[in-house]
């Protein structure tokens, strides 16, 4: 009788990662194709990704429903609460992500009649492929159990927040340039943030991860590299010092 227990305890174990895992892999694609339909202005592409949202969520509730019930059943303690309490909290992050991909989904058809400048496109491109890999660093490192792969990914969400000012400071330059620019801008300044945003979601993966398998949180504190409050100030204070010579 108590091998059955923990034999259908270990099997509603791994129905949960099994459906954090297919969380996973949908949310990925949901950015990858959002960022594709944006610099294709790809409008069909765009809704598809809306449309995959309604799925991402109705797949969260269930794993906080089977999660919940779980817990309630079997009342575990220590690490295998935390595994439990871990997916909460994992498929709440891969949730808010898929919204992320569906914001940025939601421009599309207003960047649509708009000149994206070519450079500024790339730049984008560059930056979700650095959050995307973050997001299937961080799945695997969960799917491993692997607290010093989960330490290390949080590490690189620096970088992401690099590339975010970077391309913040040009969108507010080629903004200030020529008025015309704005509205394409705004876009994509939007959809900017919605990837650095996303790359957070990932470091908070990987921070339950690492709680998942110690049992405490990441002692350091957690790296940031969004200077975008400065890039502001000095980019106007350039701007109008140009004006003035």
């Known amino acids: 009788m108590a091998e059955h227990i923990v034999s259908s305890y270990e099997d509603e174990l791994k129905f ?11 949310a990925e694609r949901m950015v990858e194709q959002a960022v594709t339909a944006l610099t294709r202005s790809d409008a069909a592409l765009a809704q598809s990704v809306v449309a995959d949202d309604a799925i991402l969520d ?9 999660a919940i ?3 309630a059943k079997r009342q575990p303690m220590a690490i295998d609460l935390r ?11 891969l949730e808010r992500i898929g919204d992320l991909a569906k914001n940025i989904a939601k421009r599309v058809i207003a960047v649509h009649d708009h000149i994206q400048p070519a450079q500024l496109v790339r730049g984008i491109e560059h930056l979700s492929e650095l959050s995307v890999e973050q997001v299937k660093d961080v799945l695997d490192a969960y799917a491993m159990r692997d607290p010093q792969r989960a330490a290390a990914i949080r590490e690189g969400d620096e970088e992401i927040d690099a590339v975010y000012t ?7 330059t080629y903004m200030m340039e020529d008025p015309r620019n704005i509205t394409a801008c705004t876009h994509l300044l939007f959809s900017a943030k919605n990837l650095e945003r996303i790359g957070d979601h990932a470091t908070n993966i990987a921070e339950t991860v690492y709680y998942i398998r110690t049992g405490s949180e990441i002692a350091e504190e957690r790296p940031k590299g969004d200077t975008t409050a400065s890039v502001t100030q000095s980019t106007v204070e350039n701007a109008a010092s140009g004006q003035a010579g």
């Open 83 to 93: 595994e439990i309490v871990g997916a909460i909290r994992i498929s709440n992050e």
């Open 58 to 66: 109705a797949q969260q509730r269930e794993i906080d429903e089977r």
């Open 166 to 172: 970077s391309i913040f400071r040009e969108l507010l």
């Open 69 to 71: 019930m779980t817990i």
């Open 16 to 26: 949960i990662v099994r459906r954090i895992s297919e969380m996973g892999g949908l």
